[in-house]
T-cell receptor, first 112, second 115 residues
């Protein structure tokens, strides 16, 4: 059974800082890994999707990396802004399975 | 593009009643839809996967007679919580995708409160 862990559970940083969120998974036979953002009481917004054959994806100030062999992914946020405050979830989809397993999320607070 | 809506956004009901939640793909044909529930400060737990025209596949521990899922068209799936109890109070989120698409597109969620 795939287990997904996100560390830290919560993070508070001043505006402008660069930061890294971590996601680890136990089964390295993944199909893809996706990072989402969830604002309080809202649904999920997809940020980045990394296929198993890829090592990283970038979108604006966000960069996600994937190391299957070590069972890890990181989400790097550059020059953080108060608007980045949200809960960030990673989801791992196993090969040959349509479903994804989610981590518990990291709640990020960026202080102005 | 790829917008998913849910209705209602919030619902309060009495214990013992049934509640239906709709999930619609507004600008694409959703061959697969997923239903999740999320308890406060916890992550999403997959409840079931439904493919259009087929019976839903439920995750272990999810009662299929209690959580009825219908995916009768390529743009609509419904989740009916039958005989709801206070412990069913949660945030229910659906997602949808089409064949060949890797990304799931999520709805905004429905908050259910059972009194």
């Amino acid at each position: 059974k795939q287990e997904v862990t996100q560390i830290p559970a919560a993070l508070s940083v001043p505006e402008g800082e660069n930061l890294v969120l971590n996601c680890s998974f136990t089964d390295s036979a993944i199909y893809n890994l996706q990072w989402f953002r969830q604002d309080p009481g809202k649904g999920l917004t997809s940020l980045l999707l990394i296929q198993s054959s890829q090592r990283e994806q970038t979108s604006g100030r966000l960069n996600a990396s994937l190391d299957k062999s070590s069972g890890r992914s990181t989400l790097y946020i550059a020059a953080s802004q108060p608007g980045d405050s949200a809960t960030y979830l990673c989801a791992v989809r196993l090969a040959n399975a349509g479903k994804s397993t989610f981590g518990d999320g990291t709640t990020l607070t960026v202080k102005p | 593009g790829a917008v998913v809506s849910q209705h209602p956004s919030r619902v309060i009901c009495k214990s013992g009643t049934s509640v239906k939640i709709e999930c619609r793909s507004l600008d694409f044909q959703a061959t697969t839809m997923f239903w999740y529930r999320q308890f406060p400060k916890q992550s999403l737990m997959l409840m079931a996967t439904s493919n259009e025209g087929s019976k839903a596949t439920y995750e272990q521990g999810v009662e299929k007679d209690k959580f009825l899922i219908n995916h009768a068209s390529l743009t609509l799936s419904t989740l009916t919580v039958t005989s709801a109890h206070p412990e069913d109070s949660s945030f229910y989120i659906c997602s949808a995708k089409w064949t060949g698409e890797e990304t799931q597109y999520f709805g905004p969620g429905t908050r259910l409160l059972v009194l």
